[in-house]
């Protein structure tokens, strides 16, 4: 019976001494809250405390502006593998539409790395992208709920001119991917007063589709934050 109860008791320390990550299903799901926008492919990216996307209140990086103008997140995708995180890319296989989610798993290995970001261009805005910075990656089961905010780069003046443009230093927007953008527009506005990443102020837009200011319809771009939901489910 004592031996009985030793092991018992030996068993119960190692499960108590086992990882608290280990054999845990983590998933992270991000929907699209806005009205008229698309997120371009998603980055989501675990990885250690020392590592940032993006950093408010700094200078964005050669490779958060790829990603901002453009939609390119190769960049920041290499910059997570190379300081020994995880880049999941593209879980939503190209857009994510208005009202659309897109999920993406992260296995043990990835959640012991315990921080989360993800990022997104916001189109059509110039340089606008949802921004979810290094947050701890919960260890207990249940469902954690963050709200994101949409960023300016700080790198190219928002003139809301539908384009083709999105390379770095080109400025323009690259598309509206609903198919709702205008023509002909003189430019809504100069080079943003802050160059550092910040919050952004949201698009102007007008009601002219083939003049005015802007390319962008006010009735269908204009945004308020949260731009965007992330749900972190520990199971």
Do not use: C
Request: a negative charge; charged letters at 15%; proline letters at 5%.
């Amino acid at each position: 019976m004592k031996k009985t109860r030793s092991a018992i008791a030996a068993a119960a320390l190692l499960i108590s001494a086992a990882p608290a990550f280990a054999d845990k299903d983590v998933s992270v799901e991000v929907t699209n809250l806005t009205n008229g926008l698309y997120f371009t492919p998603l980055l989501i990216a675990a990885h250690r405390a020392h590592t940032d996307l993006f950093e408010v209140g700094t200078a964005a990086s050669a490779n958060l502006q790829a990603m901002a103008e453009g939609g390119d997140i190769s960049g920041l995708a290499y910059d997570v593998v190379a300081s020994g995180g995880t880049a999941i890319e593209n879980p939503a296989g190209g857009l994510l539409a208005p009202g659309a989610s897109a999920t993406a798993m992260l296995d043990e290995d990835d959640v012991k790395k315990r921080r989360l970001s993800v990022v997104a261009m916001m189109l059509p805005t110039n340089d606008g992208f949802i921004g979810l910075d290094a947050v701890r990656i919960p260890k207990r089961k249940g469902v954690y709920t963050y709200y994101l905010n949409g960023y300016d780069a700080g790198t190219e003046a928002n003139d809301e001119i539908i384009n083709g443009g999105g390379a770095p230093g080109t400025p323009g927007i690259p598309a509206a991917p609903g198919g709702d953008g205008g023509t002909g527009g003189s430019g809504a506005a100069g080079a943003d007063s802050n160059a550092t990443v910040h919050i952004h102020r949201g698009a102007l837009g007008d009601s002219d589709p083939s003049g005015g200011v802007s390319d962008l319809d006010s009735s269908i771009h204009r945004w308020l934050n949260p731009v965007a939901r992330v749900v972190v489910t520990v199971q």
